[in-house]
């Protein structure tokens, strides 16, 4: 999508704006709510950069502003690091992993397991906190980051601190034929990668952070987190928590600011030894090329087009129902595997439009800290440029909205939940990826051919299906070429399962064991006896 404002470093590239969309504005009553005293004082100092260990400005001086995606309004300032910021911090890190007798590498295993337990007890000791300022942040309802957000990310730490002590190798009898009647003895260990650079997006600030930090501190790592700069708040408090729990100073660095500047210099810098990277498609490839220099190791989690696959034998239409709507609107559709092709066996197609659609007429809109919100704005002011985008080239291109299609209420970013059907295989609605609450339908008749067609995509991030059919429900899995395929239910998320794309959604696995392969080295030692 092109027409977005520029960003640029050092201004308030993200000054909320008269919008100019060709979508219809629906009214919308968006009441005001102040945020808790505890979040306006979190609220009220600039918030600095964490580099080894200290609370500071940027070395520009330069700051910039994050705003509450309800109202559009100015809610805090934040360090706007750049590259000599990253350098600082790419600098603290890389001296912790190069000192052999720094407490950090001296830990014991059990000592890191504790340390790291502690994170996901403090996370939920100051759960109410985290899901406020999360929600004023990213627009989502307070609740849903109460009851998923928060413990997921507790939880997080909580599954990783286990694995820090089971980080083992292997003995392996070795041949050698060209050593005849030598003896050796060999194995493995798992060493960490050194200075990792991890970027992460807005649409689950704090648990994305959880995902990524947890691997690092489980193997030992030190690391430079750059989280967005559209929610940069739930990172930073979560340093705090760090701190609190007892991460030694250097360990972990949490640099705010933007991608194109700060997030550019950390993807390419010298001294990093691994990047990590959750977003957009597009920046991951700029990820790959800036990793190239010094063929830093990279993982990437990247966008999605989820095929969402009904079956005419569901076990429970109106549980199916629910399960389809859900896949989509779920924090607003802004999940990289959101459930956004919906393909519906022919003869139930009707009443799972209509069900989709009434439980999308549903939905009550409002901001995140109202109580009785279930669905809040769009993050920011781009996105909702991009996702009324895709709402008018559906139309444009004669896809059917059955409901929604309208932007809501004309301060903060707010988009009904729309149901489109009608829509050709090529439109950009049916191959992009929007990142809003917009979902196509259309029916199948053939459940080969649906296969296919889920499949038609350039990315593979996950898959739903609905049958109560098992032996279908295997077929079908087994042919879906995704990362997470869902069996009647969706957006099923757990730390003991990987989580990750096929294809262009991305390198790598998140979570589970599989992610700590990602973030040690195996060593093999080889001793002649
Ligand atoms: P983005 O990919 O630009 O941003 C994600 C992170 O990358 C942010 O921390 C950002 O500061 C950083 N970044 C941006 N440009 C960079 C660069 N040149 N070098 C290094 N880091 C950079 O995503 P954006 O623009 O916020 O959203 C655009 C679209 O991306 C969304 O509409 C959605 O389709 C997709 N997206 C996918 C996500 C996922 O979970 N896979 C999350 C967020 C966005
Ligand atoms: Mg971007």
């Not at 999508?1 to 470093?9: I, N, T, V």
């Not at 997080?156 to 009898?173: D, Q, R, S, V």
């Not at 199916?320 to 607003?332: E, L, P, V, Y």
């Amino acid at each position: 999508m092109k027409g977005l404002r520029p960003r640029r470093a050092g201004v308030h590239w993200r000054q909320p704006q008269p919008h100019k969309t060709m979508v219809a504005t629906a009214p919308l009553e968006i009441p005001e709510i102040n945020p808790s005293p505890r979040v306006q004082e979190f609220l009220s100092a600039t918030r600095p950069l964490l580099i080894n260990g200290e609370w500071k400005a940027a070395a520009s001086g330069e700051t910039f502003a994050v705003y509450n995606p309800a109202s559009g309004a100015e809610i805090a300032q934040v360090a706007e690091g750049g590259a000599e910021d990253i350098n600082q911090a790419v600098a603290a890190a890389r001296k912790v992993f190069d000192d052999p007798s720094h407490a950090w590498n001296t830990m014991t295993p059990s000592e890191r397991g504790k340390l790291i337990w502690k994170i996901g007890d403090l996370i939920l000791e100051h759960a109410d906190e985290l899901a406020e300022l999360e929600s004023l942040d990213n627009g989502k309802p307070m609740g849903v980051a109460k009851v998923a957000d928060v413990p997921l990310s507790a939880d997080l730490f909580h599954y990783m601190a286990g694995w820090a002590t089971k980080l083992e190798g292997n003995t392996i009898p070795i041949s050698v034929p060209y050593a005849p009647g030598a003896k050796f003895h060999a194995f493995t260990v798992r060493e960490p990668v050194g200075v990792v650079g991890q970027i992460i997006p807005w649409n689950f600030p704090l648990l994305m952070a959880a995902w990524k930090l947890g691997p690092v501190l489980a193997t030992g790592n030190c690391v430079v987190l750059k989280p967005a700069e559209q929610t940069p708040l739930t990172a930073l408090r979560l340093g705090e928590i760090l701190q609190e729990a007892g991460v030694p100073d250097g360990v972990v660095n949490i640099v705010t600011g933007m991608g194109e500047t700060a997030g550019a210099a950390l993807a390419a810098h010298d001294d990093v030894d691994k990047v990590a990277f959750t977003g957009s498609t597009e920046v991951g490839k700029m990820i790959v090329n800036a990793a190239a220099g010094n063929l830093k190791k990279v993982t990437l989690e990247l966008g999605g087009k989820s095929p969402n696959i009904i079956f005419k034998d569901t076990d429970d239409l109106e549980a199916t129902i629910a399960g389809a709507a859900s896949a989509i609107f779920f924090n607003h559709g802004q999940c990289c595997c959101a459930g956004s092709r919906l393909y519906v066996e022919k003869d139930i197609f009707d009443d799972v439009v209509q069900g989709v659609s009434a439980a999308a007429d549903a939905i009550k809109l409002g901001p995140g800290l109202a109580a009785d919100t279930e669905m809040g704005p769009l993050v920011s002011d781009e996105q909702l440029e991009r996702v009324t985008g895709y709402m008018n080239a559906g139309q444009e291109a004669g896809a059917n909205c059955v409901t929604g299609g309208t932007r809501r209420g004309d301060s903060g970013y707010f988009v009904s939940p729309t149901v489109i059907t009608d829509a050709r295989d090529d439109m950009s609605i049916v191959r992009e990826e929007i990142f809003g609450p917009v979902v196509v339908a259309d029916p199948f008749d053939d459940p080969e051919e649906i296969i296919a067609r889920g499949n038609d995509s350039t990315y593979g991030l996950a898959a739903g299906i609905w049958t109560r059919d098992i032996a279908k429900a295997h077929r079908t899995a087994a042919r879906l070429r995704a990362g997470t395929v869902w069996v009647n239910c969706y957006n099923i998320f757990d730390a003991a399962l990987p989580f990750g794309g096929y294809k262009q959604s991305g390198w790598g696995r998140e979570m589970g064991h599989e992610v700590l392969d990602l973030y040690t080295e195996t060593k093999a030692v080889c001793l002649g006896l």
